[in-house]
């Protein structure tokens, strides 16, 4: 047991790393951004995760779990926007 769950921290270590990436990309969407309307944008978000939910399939993951956990990533990633457009937006 000890090796998986060692495995595990491993991956989620991978995952944290990849995290920190897309929320650098996510600062640079704040940026560009003209409106605070523009944060939220369903159609993007339905694109998302279904080509998530279609890679989780292809890899024969469970395309429920990876698509439920990437919905609430989405939700935090738009929380994490909002703040950063409003604080940059404050800037000007």
């Known amino acids: 047991m ?3 769950r060692a495995e ?4 989620d270590r991978t995952i944290v790393a990849l995290l920190a990436d897309r929320l650098h990309y996510i600062d640079e969407a704040a940026r560009l951004k ?6 939220r944008d369903d159609a ?4 998302v995760l279904a080509k998530v939910e279609a890679e989780a399939e292809r890899l024969d ?8 956990a990437y919905a609430a990533l989405v939700e935090a990633s ?3 926007e909002l703040i950063a457009f409003d604080r940059l937006k404050a800037r000007r």
């Not at 993951?61 to 439920?68: E, G, L, R, T, Y």
């Open 34 to 39: 003209q409106s605070r309307d523009q944060v």
């Open 2 to 4: 000890a090796e998986v």
């Open 8 to 11: 595990i921290d491993a991956l």
């Open 78 to 80: 738009i929380e994490h």
């Open 61 to 68: 993951a469970d395309p429920k779990v990876v698509k439920k």
């Open 44 to 47: 993007r978000i339905a694109d």
